[in-house]
């Protein structure tokens, strides 16, 4: 919950502790999604009490939790499908939701008002948002592989290293 913009000792991330975070998400989801021979694990219930955050000497790192039971059903098909038809339900309300926000120019009611503020988290929080809004597209085809997401991930934070 300190992360999450509550509670007392709230710590502010920037945007590239923010950002470095977000790649490990996608490691993890890259992981599930295509590591595992005998199953595709859908991780169907991504938010942010599921992802744990621990720091070290060398900055966050976060780890992906509750991704299910679905490595457990018998059959990987099975698995497969409910898991898609929960997250199809899920991800064309939160896509639609969120195409209109930024169709109506609301951007500030999806991206971290201290990140805006921040000059070079800026355009890479927009291309991230880009990125987000491509991993929910209404037809599940069009939707990047994760190992492509987490490339873009990584070329955005180059970009950053590079900038510096």
């Not at 898609?84 to 926000?101: A, Q, Y």
């Not at 930024?102 to 990140?115: A, Q």
């Not at 291309?127 to 994760?146: G, Q, S, V």
Request: with cysteine; charged share 25%; glycine share 4%.
């Amino acid at each position: 919950m300190v992360l999450e913009g509550r509670g007392i000792g709230r710590i502010t991330l920037d945007w590239s502790t923010r950002l470095s975070i977000i790649k490990d998400i996608a490691k993890g989801l890259d992981f599930l999604h295509n590591s595992m021979s005998s199953h595709k694990v859908p991780h169907a219930n991504i938010k942010s009490s599921n992802v744990l955050i621990h720091q070290d000497n060398q900055g966050y790192h976060s780890k992906l939790t509750d991704y299910g039971f679905l490595p457990l059903l018998p059959s990987k098909l099975h698995a497969e499908k409910l898991a898609i038809s929960e997250i199809e339900e899920t991800t064309n309300d939160l896509s639609s939701w969120v195409r209109n926000v930024v169709s109506n120019d609301w951007s500030t009611d999806i991206l971290d008002l201290e990140i805006l503020a921040e000059k070079e988290g800026h355009d890479a929080m927009l291309k991230l948002t880009e990125l987000a809004l491509a991993c929910t597209d209404m037809t599940p085809e069009k939707r990047p592989k994760m190992s492509a997401v987490l490339r873009r991930i990584e070329e955005l934070e180059q970009m950053k290293f590079e900038n510096d």
